[in-house]
Nanobody, 121 residues
Framework: QLQFVESGGGLVRPGGSLRLSCASPGFTMDSYSIAWFRQSPEVEHVRVSCMYKSEGRTDYADSVKGRFTVSRASAKNAVYLQMNSLGPEDTGVYYC??????????????WGQGTLVTVSS
């Protein structure tokens, strides 16, 4: 099964920023809608964002609107999640998921292993 590779996580203080990367080594991801999910001890997973493959629309969870931005770098075969003004509530393992359809509807066709983001002072 094809897999994405997430990177860019780490420890950051509240108010800081991180940029996560979702890459698809060995295959193109241009044909996928891309969702970011966050898994925390309290919640199994929450959908953070969905970038429709048409790139005409990106949906964000209410909790991250205005702080997180998704972008696609087709030439690098990657999708990025820019996270600003981070708070402890943003802590968790972030996963990207791919969908062949022009939406982020379960079940996803491709997943990654996740990257840990810890927001703590």
């Amino acid at each position: 099964q094809l897999q994405f590779v997430e990177s860019g996580g780490g420890l950051v203080r509240p108010g800081g920023s991180l940029r996560l990367s979702c890459a698809s080594p060995g295959f193109t991801m241009d044909s996928y809608s891309i969702a970011w999910f966050r898994q925390s001890p309290e919640v199994e997973h929450v959908r953070v964002s969905c970038m429709y493959k048409s790139e005409g629309r990106t949906d964000y969870a209410d909790s991250v609107k205005g702080r997180f931005t998704v972008s696609r770098a087709s030439a690098k075969n990657a999708v990025y999640l820019q996270m600003n003004s981070l708070g402890p509530e943003d802590t968790g393992v972030y996963y990207c998921a791919g969908y062949k359809e022009d939406a982020c509807a379960a079940p996803a066709e491709v997943w990654g292993q996740g990257t840990l983001v810890t927001v703590s002072s």
